[in-house]
């Protein structure tokens, strides 16, 4: 079992920036792949970025070039980093592990981007 615990989330104006932080209770990003996934009111959840074990990262063209995905092995913790925010990007960012076949969700954090 492996638990996950995001933090970073809040309330800012576009252009701003913000950084997501999602805690793993255990090793594994060494072995496995994890993302962040956000879902707004109203709308189907969405892979927003993704990174390999092997550091390979894969991003939605809605956030290309604004956002970056990295992850710090000793802390077992995944990052994302948000710049350029637009009010668009409103939405719960939800963080998520995949360890062969099993799946793994955060709790979720807001993130609120005021115009």
């Known amino acids: 079992q492996v638990q996950l615990v995001e933090s970073g989330g809040g309330s800012v104006q576009a252009g701003g920036s913000l950084r997501l932080s999602c805690a793993a209770s255990r090793s594994i990003f060494s072995v496995s792949s994890a993302g962040w996934y956000r879902q707004a009111p109203g709308k189907q959840r969405e892979m927003v970025a993704s990174?390999?074990?092997?550091?390979?990262?894969n991003y939605a063209d809605s956030v290309k070039g604004r956002f970056t995905i990295s992850r710090d092995g000793a802390k077992n913790t995944v990052y994302l980093q948000m710049n350029s925010l637009k009010p668009e990007d409103t939405a719960a960012y939800y963080c998520?592990?995949?360890?062969?076949?099993?799946?793994?969700w955060g709790q979720g954090t807001q993130v609120t981007v005021s115009s």
């Open positions: 990174i390999t074990s092997g550091d390979y990262t």
């Open positions: 998520h592990v995949q360890i062969g076949a099993f799946h793994y």
